[in-house]
Each structure stands twice: as C-alpha cells, then as structure tokens.
C-alpha cells in the first residue's frame, strides 16, 4: 500500500459546514471546545486529566477491564496497556463504535488505525507518559438495523432476526446461517481462508455480540495494544451514580445542552436534540427512554414504574441499569477513563460540540476532539483506468452527472461549452437594459424578460448538444460511471458502504500494517491511498 495523494477534506463535498469550521479553526465555533488537536492542546489536556482523575478510579478501571477479559487470549502488549492503567502518568485514546456485524464499513478500521498511530506518537512527544488506545463498544446501543449487515462485493450479508434490548446483550443465535451465506460469497485463497476463519472463531465460538466483538477487534488490532472497553458493566456505573442522581432529579444535561445548541443554532445545524431525561432504564430484552410524569419515574412501554424514592434506591443498588444516551454516553465515557482525546467521524464530532457546557457543569475536562482519518482504497487496475482517461483523483469527488460532463466536454471534438457565449449574452441585455433606462424606462421590463429568455434557450441547448455528444461518446461515459461506482458504491463514500472483507481478501494482513503505516491522524485531510 502507498499513499498516493491527500485532498483537504472540505474540497472533498462530503463534510459539513461545521466540521470545515472545526478544521478551519472559526470563532463561530472556539466556544464549543477546550483545547485543540495539536501537541500544545494535549499538553494541556495531560495536565487538566492528570489533576482531576484518581487514582481510585484507576484501580476500578484496571480489575474491571481484567474482569472483562479473564475469558479471552489477549495478546501481550494488550495485557500491559491495562496494567499501565494504574499509573497516574498513563492516559487513554479513545474511539467508539457500533457492534457491527463484521466491523460494518470500513471506516471502523480508520477510527482504530487512528487511536493506535495518535496513542504512538503521543508517546514520542510525551516520552515520560503513557498513552493507550482504547475502543469503547456500543454495548448499549438498540438500535439493531443499523448494525445487523455488512456489504461485500456490493451484496447486502444480513442477520435476519428480531431484537429488543441492548444490543450487546444479543444471543450470537442464527449467525450460522451468515456465516453459510457469507462463505458462499468468498473465493478460495488464503485470504478468503482467514476471513472464513475469523467469522466463525467470532461469531460461532462467542454467546452474544460483545463476546464475538471483543473477540473480532483483538484479533485485527490486539497486537497494537488496543484495549477493549464495555460500558456495560456495573463496577463502572457505580462511578457514574452521581451524575445519574443528577440527571434523574435535576435535569442538568438537558438544562445545558439547550443553552448550547440555542447558541450553536445560530450557524450550524443541531445534531442531537436533549430529553428531559437522557437516561435508558436497562434490562433483559429492555432498554426504554426514562420519563417523568406527575412525580413518576416511568419506563417508557413498560410496566415498570418508580417513585423518587424508589428509583434512588434503584440507581444505588442496580446503577447498571441506567444506560446514558447519545448525549450523556461522552460523560460517562470521561469519568471512567484518564482520557485525552476522542476520535470519531463528523456525525460524532458534531454532537460532542454540544457538550462542553454540560462538562464544565459537571466539573469533568473535556477531551480533545478529533476528525478520524478518512481515505479512499484504489487498485492498480483503477488507477490504470483513471489514466486512460485522464481523470484525477481531485475529478472523482465530484458528482456523477458533473464528472460525465466535464470529461465529454473535455474530449469532444466540438466545444459545446457556451459559458463565454452566456456571458456575451448577458453583458449585451445589460447594455440594452441600461439603454432603455437612458430611453424609456417602459421597455426595462420587456428587455430583462427577453434576456432572461434568451439565456434559458443558450442553457436547453447546451444541455441538448451536452446529451448528444454523451450518446455519441456513450462506450466512454459507461466506463466513466463504472469507474466512480466501484470508488463510491451508491453514490456515498467508499468508507461508509465497504466492509474491510474484499479488501482484505486481495492483500490480507497488508490491509491493517499498510493503515497504520500511511495514516496520520493528525494531518487532517481524506488520504487516497493505493492497495
């Protein structure tokens, strides 16, 4: 693998306007974050963590992430990170991600790839710490259509089957029947071998989707160090009580979140929206909305119900029952972990700006927020291609129809663009429009309306000499359009559609020690890369 080129992300079209601004560094947006994504930033980060974070809470992280991991063969250099837990100079990268089946989209592996190079260098900055990177698994999540297929070779793989509750809690029953399909699918090479290999080791050989996603994770990354982290643990919420106390009978994240996002509105589109209540109540094949009615503590399509003092009783013996939501999931995340930074996509990154006021009510630092890598895998073959018709990675980015336009108006043999001659047009009504106002201000009217006329019919008859020449060059649009379709499946980002199977199948283990050799977290811009 070799990086071929970087593009800034803002020129790809596929970030938002927030995200740009973040990378831009805009004042419209400094409120919303502490320190930035640069080693003077996480100088500071290192030093607000170390002073806020006890050494208590290192002690319980360090026995419940062995708890977690007494049934599983974690590499060595794993096994080392956790001990290195205890030490007061030793603090976390994190990432989070769905349960995906199989990892889902490739982009799975770039937030990976991205804790584990940033922990890396963290540590050739900072020799005198240590810095671990960590995957925090959405245990918790319900939300089962989201994760329950992966896409191989443009065919939708899927675990067909009903879910309630937390998805992590979910019986691996019925995932013989993928992995038939799935092996169906594959070629026979060593590659493919492996790969049939790790989704039977994953998922047949483990009792509910935590297990196989542990399993699965340490497999691909263990050997880098990456620790593994469920929140779904009681030992771990035991810590979260407080806040939980607070959210129950309070209310301050929803307090706080509005105050923000009533400011953050006024540039940029909110993400997430608060509850009242921003807490699940969690049980088997249960994970419903909390929600207050008349000095009531209900759960939401349930029978369970609970007085005030009836719930604290609950949060103090049970507190694994209570399950953040999307906005109250960060904090959790930053009272149980010395962390520094969080790594994660756009969506994420959007959601976390809401929060810094909630933290700094809590009394919690907030963490460095990071963009993840993003890249593009190409083959030679596509390259080749890319060349023969004198395409450039920067031309790929754009849409369908515009790329098809540019390259036929590039090779044909008449030149059917008439923007010189629109401009022509529109300086001349103008002119004349001017000359009526000199004149006869009566004809204004009637002259803009005759070059507003007169500009449409230069317009239709581009666009009719534009799908002329696309039916003449016919065989070279086909090969335009195929080329960008195996880049980006269904007109979205290869990242967010393409499971890492048929890459790895081509190249094997190449695929994770190439990321991790060409990807820098922190250069910030989309990687296109060669495989």
Same mark, same amino acid.
């Given at each position: 693998?070799?990086? *071929? ?12 306007? %927030? ?9 419209? &947006? ?14 500071? #980060? ?35 990170? %956790? ?15 769905? $349960? ?8 799975? &592996? ?19 710490? /240590? ?42 029953? +019925? ?55 469920? +929140? ?18 309070? #209310? ?12 953050? +509105?006024?540039?940029?589109?909110? #993400? ?38 009836? %719930? ?18 960060? $904090?959790? #995340? ?42 593009? *895998?190409?083959?030679?073959?596509? &390259? ?16 369908? /129809? ?27 009504? &103008? ?19 005759? +070059? ?30 195929? *080329? ?48």
């Amino acid at each position: 693998m070799q990086k *071929l080129k970087t593009i800034p992300f803002c020129k790809t079209g596929y970030f938002s306007k %927030i995200i740009c601004d973040y990378l831009d560094k805009s004042e419209n &947006l400094s409120e919303f974050y502490e320190n930035t994504p640069d080693m003077d930033g996480f100088k500071k #980060q290192i030093k607000a963590k170390r002073e806020s974070f006890p050494d208590k809470a290192r002690k319980i992280l360090v026995n419940s992430l062995l708890k977690q991991n007494k049934n599983f063969d974690i590499p060595d250099k794993t096994k080392i990170n %956790i001990q290195l837990l205890s030490k007061k100079d030793t603090f976390t990268v994190t990432t989070g991600h769905q $349960l995906n089946l199989f990892t889902g989209p490739l982009y799975f &592996l770039y937030k990976i790839v991205a804790t584990i190079n940033l922990s890396e260098r963290l540590k050739k900055e900072f020799p005198d710490c /240590n810095f671990v990177p960590v995957y925090w698994m959405a245990t918790e999540d319900h939300d089962f259509e989201e994760i329950k297929f992966f896409h191989y070779k443009n065919k939708e793989i899927s675990w067909n089957r009903d879910s309630n509750g937390a998805v992590g809690r979910l019986s691996s029953e +019925g995932l013989n029947e993928v992995f038939e399909e799935f092996s169906r699918q594959l070629g026979k090479s060593k590659n493919a071998e492996y790969l049939r290999k790790l989704f039977h080791s994953s998922y047949l050989k483990h009792d509910n989707l935590t297990d196989a996603t542990r399993f699965l994770a340490n497999e691909l990354f263990g050997e880098h160090g990456l620790v593994i982290v469920n +929140g779904d643990d009681k030992v771990l919420k035991k810590q979260f009580i407080p806040f939980v106390k607070e959210e129950l009978f309070d #209310q301050t994240c929803f307090r706080e979140v509005s105050k923000a996002n009533e400011r953050l +509105g006024a540039n940029y589109k909110i #993400q997430v929206n608060p509850r009242e209540i921003n807490l699940f109540y969690l049980d088997e094949n249960v994970r419903e909305r909390i929600v207050v009615e008349n000095d009531s503590y209900n759960v939401l399509n349930t029978n369970i119900s609970f007085t005030k003092e009836q %719930i604290l009783l609950e949060v103090e013996n049970n507190p694994e029952k209570f399950s953040p939501n999307v906005l109250m999931r960060p $904090l959790f #995340q930053e009272v149980v972990l010395p962390n520094l930074c969080y790594i994660g996509g756009g969506g994420e990154l959007s959601y976390w700006f809401e929060l810094k006021d909630y933290f700094e009510s809590q009394k919690v630092p907030f963490p460095v927020l990071l963009l993840r890598n993003s890249l593009m *895998l190409i083959s030679e073959k596509q &390259l080749n291609k890319m060349k023969k018709m004198d395409i450039k990675l920067e031309d790929l980015f754009l849409k369908q /129809n515009d790329l098809v336009n540019k390259k036929v108006r590039h090779i044909s043999d008449v030149n059917i663009d008439l923007s010189d001659k629109k401009e022509q047009l529109k300086k001349m009504f &103008l002119h004349l429009e001017e000359l009526s106002e000199n004149t006869d201000r009566s004809f204004t009217g009637a002259v803009k309306a005759q +070059g507003k006329k007169q500009q449409n019919g230069l317009e239709n008859l581009e666009k009719r000499l534009l799908k002329a020449k696309k039916r003449k060059y016919k065989e070279i649009v086909n090969r335009i359009t195929d *080329l960008q379709d195996g880049l980006f499946p269904n007109q979205i980002l290869q990242e967010r559609e393409a499971n890492f199977a048929e890459f790895y199948e081509e190249v094997g283990e190449e695929l994770i020690s190439g990321l991790i050799q060409n990807l820098d977290p922190l250069l910030l811009e989309f990687d296109v890369v060669e495989i």
